[in-house]
């Protein structure tokens, strides 16, 4: 190794450290990492006082992170980047189109049968799912596994108020498609909502004068065999925050009606309701698994 290194040296000295890696892979991203790292520090003349800043920045994301708040999920969806992997990998194809996971996801979601309330007792005005999961050709896809995911009425997902709940699930579910390819479910109404800005990403979007605003949406994550996974949400049409999401997830092929009725109507499981209510119905298609 060299000693006596300059800023037009460094890069490939420390690029020559990854020759001898064991995966391929591993090393041409890490060798196109330090290129692309240390060109942005010597484009930008990145002082001293700003490294310490950006370091101390990711330690308290860390910090702040866990297994029901994930802030590093959170800085790549306001950077964008999680779309762009998501752009980069599923970019193409017939089958529904995909947009990132988000921070909220958990593992241990409760396993639900098809036509459940999946509210967690949550209050709010009744909303009622009804999903077909179907392949390239149109065909029903039986047995596929459903998780779906979102806020309450106020915009707070069931991990950010866990003292509430008493450590309970809610809004949230794992289902299967039925034979036919159709998965169903009872909630409520979710809403639209910042995300959150008390930890370091919200210290980004503050100072960028950003909107931490997410419009109103329901997550989407299928697995079936044979078939691709496919992440993804459905907006509501009208929501005032669409063009302005602060993760950059919004498409408009997923953005759809949430079709209000009065009380009195039937509600699609039957029930005749008391209240005013909404239904969502949506098709998903999921693209063959890739060779």
């Given at each position: 190794m060299s000693i006596d290194l300059t800023e037009e040296t460094i890069t490939a000295e420390v690029q020559k450290t990854f020759d001898g890696a064991a995966d391929d892979r591993m090393r041409e991203i890490f060798v196109k990492l330090v290129q692309h790292l240390h060109d942005f520090t010597r484009e930008v003349r990145l002082t001293?006082?700003?490294?310490?800043?950006?370091?101390?920045?990711?330690?308290?994301?860390?910090?702040?992170?866990?297994?029901t708040r994930q802030e590093f999920v959170l800085l790549s969806d306001i950077l964008g980047l999680s779309v762009l992997v998501d752009q980069l990998n599923h970019?193409?194809?017939?089958?529904?189109?995909?947009?990132?996971?988000g921070?909220?996801?958990?593992?241990?979601?409760?396993?639900?049968?098809?036509?459940?309330?999946?509210?967690?007792?949550?209050?709010?005005?009744?909303?009622?799912?009804?999903?077909?999961?179907?392949?390239?050709?149109?065909?029903?896809?039986?047995?596929?596994?459903?998780?779906?995911?979102?806020?309450?009425?106020?915009?707070?997902?069931?991990?950010?108020?866990?003292?509430?709940?008493?450590?309970?699930?809610a809004m949230r579910a794992w289902l299967k498609t039925d034979r036919d390819g159709r998965f169903s479910f009872r909630s409520i109404v979710p809403r639209y909502y910042p995300v959150p800005t008390d930890g370091p990403c919200g210290e980004i979007l503050r100072a960028a004068r950003r909107s931490p605003m997410r419009p109103e949406h329901i997550h989407f994550w299928f697995h079936a065999p044979g078939h691709e996974p496919l992440v993804t949400m459905l907006f509501r049409r009208g929501d005032p925050y669409l063009e302005q999401d602060a993760v950059f997830g919004v498409k408009?092929?997923?953005?759809?009606?949430?079709?209000?009725?009065?009380?009195?109507?039937?509600?699609?499981?039957?029930?005749?309701?008391?209240?005013?209510?909404?239904?969502?119905?949506?098709?998903?298609?999921?693209?063959?698994?890739?060779?």
């Open positions: 001293g006082e700003e490294w310490f800043t950006a370091v101390d920045f990711l330690e308290r994301i860390g910090r702040i992170s866990s297994p970019g193409s194809g017939s089958a529904t189109d995909s947009t990132l996971l921070p909220f996801y958990v593992e241990g979601r409760p396993r639900a049968e098809n036509g459940a309330d999946i509210s967690g007792g949550v209050p709010g005005m009744p909303l009622f799912f009804s999903g077909t999961v179907v392949d390239a050709g149109g065909r029903p896809v039986a047995g596929a596994d459903v998780d779906t995911w979102h806020s309450d009425s106020e915009g707070f997902y069931d991990v950010q108020q866990a003292d509430k709940l008493h450590g309970e699930p408009r092929s997923l953005v759809t009606s949430f079709v209000p009725h009065e009380a009195g109507e039937t509600a699609p499981d039957g029930t005749e309701m008391d209240e005013p209510f909404q239904t969502v119905e949506w098709t998903f298609t999921l693209d063959p698994a890739r060779r």
